[in-house]
C-alpha cells in the first residue's frame, strides 16, 4: 500500500486520543531519604525504624559517606551489596537474595520487601499469583477469593544499561526508606504489596562504569566508561529478552516465570535534551500478542507516575513519545501478563555533574503528552534521583491501593489465554535439516514457560502429516502469546509522523520471526486436531547413532546443513583433527550429500571426538565407504580469527559471545597487532559499525589511561598495513556498514542503490527480507537458496567493474519490489536485482562484503554461518578432485 492509503493517526492525533488515560490511586510526594522519615501523608513524626538485630541501618549518607545524589559522586557496587545484605540482616520487611553470579563473577542481587507478614507467607503468595496467571480448572469464585486473599507482586529493576546511573543509585535509598520508614504510609503499602527490588540487572556494567568513573576523579581522563558495559552485549543487553542468551537475561525471566509479577518497572536514563522522566502511555503501535488488559495496566500506572510528578511539582515529563510497545526482544514479561512501565529520566553531564544550560533545558511547548515545560537551567544528578523516586512510589501506590483489581486482572488475563479459539496450535515437523535450530528455539520457549508437547505416532492437522516426535504448541495455554509472536511473521503497520511524511520511528526492530531467523518450518493450524503427545519436560538434542568406522579409504562426513555444524568445526580444530569440505555435491549409497559437506578422515581420536559433539548437538554423522570424486578445501588448521572492535561496538560484542559459545579460536585485533598481522590472523571480521575513523583515530590516549591502549588509533600506517595484510593473502569478512568501510580500504567497486534522499522513499529499521543465495558458492554452503536476510539501516549496491577484481555474487535481492518478509519496509523496488553478498579476490587476499547485517544479536544464526563459511573457506587450501581424494594422507598438498 503506498503511504497515504497506509497511514494511521498521526503522532499527535494518537497522543490526544490516548491522553483520557487515568490512574485511580492518589500521588505521594517523595520524603527526603537524608533526613529523619517523614510521613508523606502528613499524619505524625516517624515511628521508630523497625529493625532487627543487635545493630540499627545505618542512612544512605551515613554508610556511604555522602548522601546518594551529590554531585560528582557515585556509590559502587562492592559497597552497595554489603549495604544490601546488611539491610536483610537487620529488617524484618527485606530478604537479601543472592540469583548467582554474573557473567563476570558479581553478584546478581534482589532484594524482596514487604511487610514481616508477607514475608512469613510469601511461599502461598507466590502460589496464589501463580494459580490466578494459570486459571486452567480455577471457577470464577475461586478466582475471586484469591484475589481477596493474595498480594500484587511489583518487580522494578534498576541498573541495565549502566553508563544511565540514576536509577540504581535511587535504588539504595529506596531499599532503606522501605526497611525502616514506619509511616502509615510506607505501612499500607507494604501490608498490600510484595516489591522485587533489583537494585542492578547489569551489575557488571555498574562495577565497570563507576568504578571507571572513581578512578579517573582528580585526572584529565574521560570519566564515561567507553567500552562495552557488559561483556558481550552493551547497550543490547536489554535486547535479549527472546533469545535469552545472557546469564543475567535468564536470572530475570527466573525472577518473573517464579513471582509472576503484575507490574515490571524497567528504569532508564535517556539523552540531556529528553523529557525530565519519561513514562508510558507509550506511542503506537503495541504488538497484538500482549494482551488489552496489559496495556490499559500500563497506561494506568504510567499515567498514575505522570500525576504524581506533577502534584509534587515535578515539570518536564513526557509520555506518548519516542518509545512503543512493539518489540519482543525488549519485553518479555508483555507476554507473561506484567505490564512493562519503562522510566526513561534525562541524564546529567558526564554522569554525575550538573547539566546546565543557557535557558530552560528541554523542550518548551506544551501539549496533551507534556503539559508543563522544565523551568530551570540546571539538572542534577540528585534532580534525577528525586525524579525517579517519585515515580516508583505512585507506581507502588497504583497498585497497593488497587490489590483487588490488580489481582483478578491477573486471572482474566490467564482466562483469555487458556480459552481462545484461534488458532489452535503450532507444529514443528519432527526430522528438520536443522536439528541445533529447532533445538534452539524449544530452548527459548521452555526457558519462557511455554508448553510443548512431542507427538508419541504420526498424526494430521490442517490437512498435513506429521511424524512421530513432532512438537505441538497448544495456542490455549497461558503464556502462548510468547510462542505465537516468535513464530509467526510481523506485520508493522505504516505509521507516518503525519500523513503523506517520514515513517514514525519505531524504538527497536519491527520483526523477530524465529522459523525466518534459525531455519526452521513451524506451521500454524487453526483448527483443532487430535495427536498423541507428551508434555516435554526438557529440551534434549534429538538421538543420533554413531555410524560404523568407514575404511581407511572413507572418510566421516558431517553435513552444512545445521549452523550448529560450526560447534563440531571448532572442536575439531581445537584437537589439531583433519577437517576437509567437499566443493560440490555427490552421493553414496543412495544418500546425497551438498556442497560444503565436511569430511574427517578416520582416525581414533576423529572418531570419538565426533561421536561426542554429534551426541552434543543432535547432528548425525555418516560414514562414508570411499572419499568422493569432486575438487574440496583443506580447513587451514588452528584457523586464528580476528575481530575488529572498536570501543563499545555492539555486534562485534554479540560475535564474541557466539565466537565463546561455539569455541572458536578469535582474538579482538589490538592497535598492536597491526604491524604483524598476518602473523596472527589467518582471517579478520570486520563487522557493522567499524569504520576508517575507529581503526584510524580510535581512542584518544589523552584522554584514556594505557590500559586502553588496544584502542588506541593506528594512524594512516595501520590503516595501509590492514590493506597490506588483505592484498598479501589475508582474509577480510565484512558486513553491515562495515562494508563500506572494505570498500574504502581496498578501493571494491561497488555503489549503494538505495536514494540519500529521506526515509520516506527507502526505510527498513529491522526486518527480514528476501534473498537468493548461489548455494554452491562456499560463503553460502548449508544455506538453503531462499534463506531471508536480515536488514536494518543497511546497505544494498550495485557492481560499478566486474574487471577491477575477481568477484562472485554470493547472493542477492530478487527482482522486482516483493521484498518485504516481515516487519516494514518502504521502498522495496529500490532493492531489486541488487547485490548484497560478494566475494572477491582481491591481489591473494581473500575478501567477502555483505550490505545486510548477517550477524546481528545472534539473532539471525542461519544467515550467520556465512561469516564462519566465509572465515573458514579463506585461509583453506584448494583442493583437485584427485587430491582431494587422498585424506588418508598426512599432508595433502596442491
Known sequence: MTSSEGSRLSRRALLRTTAAAGAAAAATTVADPGTAAADPRGDGPARPAATRGPGAIPTPAAYFGSRIGTDGFLTTWDRMVPYFRLIGAHSDRVRYEEIGRTTRGNPYVLLTISSPKNLANLDKLVARNARLADPRGLSEAEARQLATEGVPFYYVQAGIHATEVGNSQAAVEWAHRLATERSDYIGKILDNLVILLQPCQ?????????????????????????????????????????????????????????????????????????????????????????????????????????????????????????????????????????????????????????????????????????????????????????????????????????????????????AKAVTRTTPYAYVIPAGQRDPQAVRDALEIFHRGAVEIHRAGAAFTAGGKRYPTGSYVIPMRQPYAGFAKTLLEVQDYPQLLEYPGGPPQRPYDTTAQTLPMLLGFEADLVEKPFSARTERLRSVEPPAVTAPPAPPRTGAYAVGPESYGVFRIVAALQKADVPTFRAAAPFTEGGRSFPAGT??????????????????????????????????????????RIGLLKPPNNIPSGWLMWTFDQYGVDYSVVEAGDYPRLADKFDAVIMPEGVSRKSIVEGLDPDRYPPEWAWAFGVGETGWRRLRDYVTGGGTLVSFGSGTATAKDLLGLPIASVLPDGSSSDFYCPGSLLRQEFDTANPVAWGLTGDNPVWFVSDDAYRLTSTSTYPVDVVSKYPDGDDQLLSGWLIGGADLGGAVNGLSWTVGDGYVVTFGSEVGFRTWNRSEQRTLFNAAYHGPSTRLTAAQFRRLDEKEVTP
Not at 519485553?331 to 506484567?338: F, I, K, L, R, T
Not at 560414514?623 to 580447513?635: D, E, I, Q, T, W
Request: proline share 6%.
Open 202 to 414: 547489569n551489575p557488571d556494567g555498574i562495577v565497570l562504569v563507576n568504578d571507571h568513573f572513581a578512578a579517573t576523579a582528580g585526572t584529565d581522563y574521560a570519566r564515561t566508561y567507553p567500552d562495552l558495559y557488559n561483556k558481550y552485549t552493551g547497550h543490547d543487553d536489554n535486547r535479549d529478552w527472546i533469545m535469552l542468551t545472557q546469564v543475567e537475561s535468564r536470572y530475570n525471566v527466573a525472577i518473573l516465570n517464579k513471582y509472576r509479577p503484575q507490574v515490571f518497572q524497567d528504569s532508564h536514563g535517556a539523552g540531556a535534551g529528553a523529557p525530565r522522566l519519561f513514562t508510558p502511555p507509550y506511542l503506537s503501535p503495541y504488538d497484538p500478542n500482549i494482551d488489552t488488559i496489559v496495556v490499559q495496566q500500563t497506561d494506568t500506572v504510567g499515567m498514575a507516575m505522570q500525576r504524581g510528578m506533577t502534584v509534587a511539582g515535578m515539570k518536564g515529563n513526557g509520555w506518548g513519545s519516542e518509545y512503543d510497545y512493539w518489540s519482543a526482544s525488549r519485553q518479555y514479561c508483555v507476554y507473561h501478563g506484567s505490564a512493562r512501565i519503562l522510566t526513561e529520566a534525562a541524564s546529567a553531564a558526564d554522569l554525575a555533574y550538573p547539566q546546565k544550560g543557557e535557558g530552560p533545558l528541554g523542550r518548551q511547548d506544551t501539549d496533551i503528552n507534556f503539559i508543563e515545560p522544565y523551568d530551570s537551567d540546571t539538572w542534577t544528578l540528585r534532580d534525577i534521583v528525586d525524579r525517579v523516586s517519585q515515580a516508583f512510589y505512585s507506581g507502588i501506590e497504583a497498585v497497593a491501593y488497587d490489590t483487588y483489581n490488580w489481582l483478578y486482572n491477573t486471572y482474566r488475563i490467564g
Open 598 to 639: 565436511f569430511l574427517v578422515p578416520p582416525s581414533a581420536a576423529a572418531r570419538r571426538l565426533l561421536r561426542t559433539q554429534s551426541e552434543k548437538t543432535g547432528i548425525p554423522v555418516r560414514s562414508l565407504r570411499s572419499v568422493p570424486a569432486v575438487a574440496g578445501v583443506r580447513l587451514k588448521p588452528h584457523t
